[in-house]
């Protein structure tokens, strides 16, 4: 480990996930490590980038619904690196007034973040444990930054997943939703088993046992972790099938997105 990793805390000897994502997007902020495990999983599962891929596309269509809905302020959980067409780029396209705070503690992408938001005024980094809502709500630059007293979109996207039901996901998303007012909304992405095939089932232990706590979840699972919110219409499905560009996108097999997306109300 070099003493840029040191100060920066930044473990290269084993894969990380938000580096692994990175890697799957087509970024470059990652290191072998984690381009070693990534291969591993496409040899396994080839069309695992795609994976990513739409997962990143619901993303955006997601925010684009916020913003069409009036919200202008945005909370990204578990943010990850920053990339072409990131939460801030889409939502301040549409309207410049729009502010977002991204919340990781992976040094790596909390240090490039910072690069990529150094001249942007609505939009900055957090660095903190995003499973302590506390650490993040009542942070200098959440609050600075959002106004929780007009309507905020929280985004968890590919982030869920990450949580074990041993550390509680349903009660600290309940802390972020009591934080929000009426008409607020959560977009949520995750991880499922369901539909899938043996060889995504064999990634997914290996994504276990390999990087951290992955556990994917099914739409009942999903569904009882939105106390207090109402989910929008198309409710929880794959990622293509929540509100496409163009229904082809869609295509005849859905399922193989291998993650479900939703986008849920407080009202």
Known sequence: MTEEHAIRDID?????AARVYDYFIGGKLNYAIDREFAERILRMHPEFREVALLNRRWLRRAVRFGASRGIRQFLDIGSGMPTVGHVHEIVQSIDPACRVVYVDHEPIAVAHSE????????????QADAEVPADVLEHPT???LLDFTEPVMVIMAAFI???????????MIAAYR???VPGSYLALSSGTLEGQSEEIRRAAELYRNSV????????????ALLDGFEVVPPGIVFTPQWRPDDPAEVGDHPELASQLALVARKN
Do not use: C, Y
């Not at 690069?115 to 005024?121: H, K």
């Open 12 to 16: 290269v000897d084993k894969p990380n």
């Open 115 to 126: 690069i990529v938001l150094q001249d942007n005024d609505n939009a900055e980094m957090v």
């Open 142 to 144: 959440t609050r600075r």
């Open 161 to 171: 997943h990450f949580v074990p039901d041993a550390r509680n996901p349903a009660g």
């Open 178 to 180: 009591d934080a929000l």
């Open 212 to 223: 951290t706590d992955f556990v994917p979840r099914s739409t009942d699972e999903l569904r």
